[in-house]
């Protein structure tokens, strides 16, 4: 996925200001130690094997701070680095690169650990035909940009906020007094429709209600497998298209190739983007 087919030039840039705005405040009072004129060259390096996320908002914090600041990219978005790689070459201003760099590496770090992290989950089923979903447990303000890095390590998006898909889940069925009432009101929208079950019980009931997409929350493996089972029952009896299912609930690395042999369509795992740990890079400048 192009970046810019998720997150726009505009909305980027909004980002970038509003973490550099938190940072400096009043002004770098530190970097104002250093010469104006001074200029350097800095390595940005990675001191992990990680999946390379934010090029592109490194960049802007660069950009807004100073344009005449030249970087050197050497790996992409979505492409694996290793210890010790140099991913970009930054030259300019000496105050300009101190002044932007903790918040250039903080979206660097955290999109490629956002990343890194799908790639596991993506690797762990890659014998599967499974996808890796991610969800809405995002960090505040980050969310379109989490996507992204989502796409960068193989995952799938699900759906992006409360707008563009509709979820029905147990607190909806209940006020809306049954599985069939709920998916008969959001079935008439022009939007995607998914429900979420508990129970085979209740899986029954979305089918016969008309679901084509359906979450199975917090069921066992062998539970998964019978409602694959049912599902593909359902499909071949009603003469339709199997609707697609979904697992979700205590979803981890150690339990996810056994969640994906159940024949599942996606898996949606919140730990894509919350439990991500932090990729390690060091700027360093050239002596």
Not at 20 to 47: H, M, R, Y
Not at 155 to 161: A, Y
Not at 182 to 192: E, G, W, Y
Not at 270 to 276: A, Q
Request: aromatic share 4%; with cysteine; proline share 2%.
């Amino acid at each position: 996925m192009l970046r810019n087919e998720l997150i726009s030039d505009e909305q980027l840039s909004i980002q970038v200001q509003q973490a550099l705005d938190e940072d400096i405040q009043s002004g770098d009072v530190t970097a104002s130690l250093i010469p104006a004129d001074k200029e350097v060259v800095a390595d940005l390096f990675c001191n992990e094997i990680a999946v390379l996320c934010g090029k592109d908002w490194l960049t802007e914090t660069f950009k807004q701070l100073d344009p005449e600041i030249k970087i050197h990219w050497q790996a992409n978005d979505a492409e694996k680095i290793k210890p010790d790689q140099i991913v970009c070459t930054i030259s300019g201003s000496a105050r300009s690169i101190l002044t932007g760099e903790r918040t250039a590496i903080n979206f660097l770090q955290t999109l490629s650990g956002t990343a890194t992290q799908t790639q596991r989950y993506v690797d762990a089923i890659k014998d599967s035909n499974a996808n890796i979903l991610d969800t809405r447990k995002t960090i505040p303000g980050l969310r379109l940009a989490q996507k992204y890095a989502v796409c960068c390590g193989g995952g799938v998006n699900h759906r992006i906020g409360l707008h563009d898909m509709i979820l029905i889940k147990e607190n909806h069925i209940e006020a809306a007094g049954s599985i069939e009432a709920a998916l008969n009101t959001a079935l008439q929208k022009s939007l995607p429709v998914e429900i979420e079950v508990e129970t085979l019980k209740e899986l029954k009931q979305a089918l016969e209600a008309g679901a084509q997409r359906i979450l199975l929350d917090n069921m066992n493996n062998d539970t998964l497998i019978l409602a694959v089972t049912i599902n593909q029952q359902f499909s071949e009896d009603s003469q339709i298209d199997a609707a697609k299912l979904e697992a979700s609930g205590n979803v981890s690395l150690e339990s996810i190739k056994e969640i994906a042999a159940t024949g599942v369509d996606y898996i949606s795992v919140g730990g894509l983007t919350k439990h991500l740990n932090a990729v390690d890079f060091s700027l360093r400048f050239r002596g």
